[in-house]
């Protein structure tokens, strides 16, 4: 089987009318009138984001998720996608179980396959991701527009993710029952993208969790020069957590990565209708601290407030 008849047997499928597909040197997509375009870009590569032996069904499923979930924290809606994906050899089967994981979640969220590239990778294989989404202008869920006595919300529970991986990394012991429970958190995330578009205009700042909740609310906090407190106790634990030791379960929910859920701000004005589009969604939320003047983040527990560890959250190039 060549590149071609690759493209055309795995990751050929119909598209909207408006929208020109697989085929052609580029793609054709026309913007939808008084709209604006949100774009990311997402790379996963072999042992770094993922296992040699992972069932690639999930991997087609998380290599699309991980792109939607940067939409939703846009508050945008998905439009369009595209896939690039370098391979050290064909493997039909490996092709049919990813294509299929792969277009099963782009139909869900309305999200076609317009075009991309393939080619060969003797190292392993690289999957790269492009996605556009829409939302209307001014509306963007932008880092920097977190603001002084916001509420701070979590979507969905923290921790399973960064356990699942300890595990498969041997860094922890693993537990049969406990890698079962938190295995699909790691290897097939659902992030809430629809409820992130529904945020736009009732948000302020918003951003994915994808590598730790301290790294990564830090990024807004320093983007909108401000400072937070979260509440220790509020944050949201993934329920196969419970009877771990508690310094492994507050390393894991604080500098956890993989989690792919919503970390926003907003008004305290706001939280009856949040807490409406949440339920309308299926989707789980938590108010876990506020937004105040000053600078860093800091925990607060039973006892004391502190600042929230340096160290954690996950860096490609730490």
């Known amino acids: ?35 604006q375009l949100a774009t990311s870009v997402d790379m996963l590569v072999e042992g770094q984001h993922f296992f040699s032996d992972v069932d690639p069904y999930l991997l087609g499923h998380k290599a699309l998720a991980v792109n939607l979930s940067d939409l939703g924290a846009m508050g945008a809606v998905p439009r369009a996608c595209w896939l690039a994906l370098s391979l050290p050899r064909v493997d039909t089967e490996w092709l049919e179980a990813f294509s299929e994981g792969f277009f099963h979640l782009a139909e869900q969220a309305d999200c076609p396959l317009l075009g991309g590239d393939t080619t060969r990778s003797p190292q392993g294989i690289v999957i790269s991701i492009t996605v556009i989404g829409q939302l209307k202008p001014d509306q963007a869920l932008l880092r920097s527009a977190a603001k002084n006595g916001d509420d701070i919300w979590l979507t969905g529970q923290l921790g399973a993710a960064d356990i699942a991986l300890r595990q498969l990394l041997g860094d922890i012991p693993t537990q049969e029952k406990l890698l079962a429970a938190c295995r699909p958190a790691l290897e097939q995330p659902w992030p809430p993208f629809r409820f992130g578009a529904s945020l736009a205009g009732v948000a302020h700042a918003a951003i994915d969790v994808s590598d730790g909740l301290v790294q990564d609310l830090r990024h807004i906090l320093k983007a909108s020069a401000c400072a937070a407190t979260i509440d220790l106790h509020r944050l949201p634990i993934a329920p196969a957590l419970q009877g771990l030791p508690a310094h492994l379960i507050h390393q894991s929910v604080l500098s956890g990565g993989d989690v792919f859920e919503l970390c926003f701000t907003a008004a305290p004005t706001q939280a009856p209708q949040i807490q409406a589009l949440a339920a309308a969604h299926g989707v789980e ?28 959250g996950f860096d490609h190039f730490s």
């Not at 925990?299 to 954690?312: F, H, K, M, N």
């Open 1 to 35: 089987m060549n590149e071609f008849d690759l493209i055309k047997h795995f990751f050929s499928r119909s598209t909207p009318t408006y929208d020109l597909g697989v085929g052609d040197d580029c793609s054709l997509l026309t913007p939808l009138a008084g709209m």
């Open 285 to 312: 939320v938590t108010r876990i601290g506020s937004i105040h003047k000053g600078q860093g983040l800091y925990v607060r527990d039973e006892e004391s407030t502190r600042l929230a560890p340096e160290q954690g």
